[in-house]
C-alpha cells in the first residue's frame, strides 16, 4: 500500500515538469525570434586569421563586401568563395597566406556573376611557393597546389591583385563570360631557379576576357589561351617565362580559339615572345589571333614560334599536320631587333598542308638569332 502523500507527491512531479509551459502561459506569448532565413544582408562582413577562411566560406552568401583582412589559409585547404551572392565585393587586405602541404589545391577559388575581387592599398597575397618548388614543376617531386580557379566569373572584375611565388600555375581562367583584369601582378620571380610550370594566366572556354595593364614575372607560359572567344592582352609585361601562347590546342574538351588580341605589350627574358602550339594529329580551330604592338627582348630560344606538330615540346611531334588550322593571323608591330640569343631561332614557321592561311604580317622584325631552314607551308607573305 502507498501511504496517501506519494499520490500528492506524483502529482506535484507532473506539475512541477510542466511548469515552464505555464510560466510562459502566465507571462503571455513568447516573442518571436526573426527568421534566420530573411536576415538582410550585411554590407560588410570582415574575415581575419586562420578561421577567417572558413569562415567567410560559411558566410559568403549573406555578405555584400567581404573583406579577407590578414587571413592564413589553413593548409590543405581551399580559399573557397564559390558561391558568391551576385555582386559581392571581395577585397584582400594585409597579406593572404596559406599553410604548406603536398596537394592539388586550388589555394583560392571565387565564382560568381558581377563579382569586384581586389587587394586593398599595400595588401597582397602569398602563396610562399619556394616551399614547394623543386624544379619539377608539374611533372615530378613535390605535389604542388595550383593557386587561383577564377572559373565561372561573369561580368566580373578584378583590380589591383598582387600575388607572390605561385607554387604551380597561378591563374586558371575557366568559363568566364565577361572578365576584365586590371593591374594584376603575378610576381614569381624568385622561383626563377627552381619554379616551373608557373603559368601566368591558363584560360579555356571563356569569352569577353580582358587582361589588361598587367605584370607575370614567372616560369612557363606568361598567358596560354586554350580555347574561347575574344580575348585580350593588352598593355602588359612578361618576364622569365615562355611568353604569349595560343595553346596548346587540340585533345581537350574545348579546342575553338576565335578572335584574341594581344597588343601592346613586352615580352623579355623568356624563351619564347610568340608561340602558337597546335598538338598534332587533333582537331580544332585557331582562327582571327592577332599580335600588335609587341617589343621583344632577350629571348633565348623563339622569337616567333608557330607550329602545328607540338608534342608536348617545341617541333618535337614529326611531321606539322592539318587537323588544327591556323587562319586569319595577324602580325604586326613586332619590334625584337637583336632579341633572340644567337643561338636562338628568329622565327619558325611549321604548318601542315593546307593548313595555315590569311595570314597578314606587317613590321616583323625578329633578329639576333638564326634563321630556321626548315619552315613548312608557309603562307604568301611571311618570310620565315
Ligand atoms: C596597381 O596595383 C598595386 C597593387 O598590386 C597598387 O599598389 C597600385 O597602386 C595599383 N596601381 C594603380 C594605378 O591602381
Not at 619554379?195 to 591558363?202: A, E, L
Not at 617565362?241 to 595553346?247: F, P
Request: net charge negative.
Amino acid at each position: 500500500m502507498l501511504p496517501w502523500y506519494s499520490l500528492l507527491l506524483a502529482a506535484f512531479a507532473a506539475s512541477a515538469q510542466a511548469s515552464p509551459v505555464a510560466a510562459a502561459d502566465a507571462a503571455g506569448p513568447a516573442i518571436t525570434p526573426p527568421p534566420v532565413a530573411n536576415l538582410a544582408k550585411r554590407a560588410s562582413c570582415t574575415f581575419s586569421g586562420s578561421n577567417g577562411a572558413a569562415s567567410a566560406s560559411a558566410s559568403q552568401k549573406s555578405c555584400a563586401t567581404i573583406v579577407l583582412s590578414s587571413v592564413a589559409v589553413p593548409s590543405g585547404t581551399t580559399l573557397d568563395l564559390s558561391d558568391l551572392a551576385d555582386g559581392t565585393h571581395v577585397i584582400f587586405e594585409g597579406v593572404t597566406t596559406f599553410g604548406y602541404k603536398e596537394w592539388a589545391g586550388p589555394l583560392l577559388q571565387i565564382e560568381g556573376t558581377d563579382i569586384t575581387i581586389e587587394c586593398a592599398n599595400g595588401g597582397y597575397i602569398d602563396a610562399k611557393g619556394a616551399l614547394w618548388w623543386d624544379g619539377e614543376g608539374g611533372s615530378g617531386g613535390k605535389t604542388k597546389p595550383k593557386f587561383f580557379y577564377a572559373h565561372d566569373l561573369t561580368n566580373s572584375v578584378i583590380n589591383n591583385f598582387y600575388v607572390l611565388n605561385t607554387p604551380l600555375q597561378a591563374v586558371s581562367i575557366n568559363g568566364a563570360s565577361g572578365l576584365t583584369i586590371t593591374n594584376m601582378t603575378i610576381n614569381n620571380q624568385a622561383g626563377d631557379s627552381l619554379g616551373k610550370n608557373t603559368d601566368g594566366f591558363d584560360i579555356g572556354s571563356s569569352s569577353n576576357v580582358i587582361i589588361t595593364n598587367s605584370n607575370i614575372y614567372n616560369q612557363d607560359d606568361c598567358v596560354a589561351v586554350n580555347s574561347g572567344t575574344s580575348i585580350t592582352v593588352e598593355n602588359s609585361v612578361c618576364s622569365g617565362g615562355h611568353g604569349l601562347s595560343i595553346g596548346s590546342v587540340g585533345g581537350r574538351d574545348d579546342n575553338t580559339v576565335d578572335t584574341v588580341t594581344f597588343t601592346n605589350n613586352v615580352v623579355k627574358n623568356s624563351v619564347n615572345g610568340i608561340r602558337i602550339k597546335a598538338t598534332e594529329g587533333d582537331t580544332g580551330t585557331i582562327k582571327g589571333v592577332t599580335y600588335s604592338g609587341i617589343t621583344l627582348s632577350a629571348i633565348s630560344k623563339y622569337g616567333i614560334l608557330i607550329e602545328q606538330n607540338y608534342d608536348g615540346g617545341d617541333l618535337d611531334g614529326g611531321t606539322p599536320s592539318s587537323g588544327i588550322p591556323i587562319t586569319d593571323l595577324t602580325i604586326k608591330n613586332v619590334a625584337g631587333s637583336g632579341a633572340v640569343a644567337s643561338s636562338g631561332y628568329n622565327i619558325v614557321v611549321a604548318c601542315g598542308s593546307g593548313a595555315c592561311s590569311g595570314w597578314t604580317w606587317s613590321g616583323v622584325t625578329v633578329t639576333g638569332g638564326k634563321t630556321y631552314g626548315s619552315c613548312t607551308n608557309v603562307p604568301s607573305g611571311v618570310s620565315c
